[in-house]
């Protein structure tokens, strides 16, 4: 059975740090693309960062970009989103999503992250 589990959101103050993992069951890692989505309240679901299947290329959004930074480890078959210098317009409920080039896709439950003073 396919499963993403996230972890590592919380309450953090502005300007505060958080590390997200999203450790995967039941696929085989090294083929998929990882990818960072999150949903703030009222807003449409976002694509924050992506990352090849090898880790060699990444892409993050423009509005996170120099804060946040997407890794993987393949042998542990996890990805990993480091949030730095966080601010509250990044609040929003965090997923994880797994894609391969045959059209598997596979999401997480979310985890949320909420910054306020």
């Known amino acids: 059975q396919v499963q993403l589990v996230e972890s590592g959101g919380g309450l953090v103050q502005p300007g505060g740090s958080l590390r997200l993992s999203c450790e995967t069951f039941g696929i085989t890692f090294n083929r998929y693309v990882m990818r960072w989505f999150r949903q703030a309240p009222g807003k449409e679901r976002e694509l924050v960062a992506s990352i090849t299947p090898r880790g060699d290329i990444t892409n993050i959004a423009d509005s996170v970009k120099g804060r946040f930074t997407i890794s993987r480890d393949n042998a542990k078959n996890m990805a990993f989103l480091q949030m730095n210098n966080l601010n509250s317009e990044d609040t929003a409920v965090y997923y994880c999503?797994?894609?391969?080039?045959?059209?598997?896709?596979?999401w997480g439950h979310g985890t949320q992250v909420t910054v306020s003073s």
């Open positions: 999503n797994a894609l391969n080039v045959l059209g598997g896709l596979h």
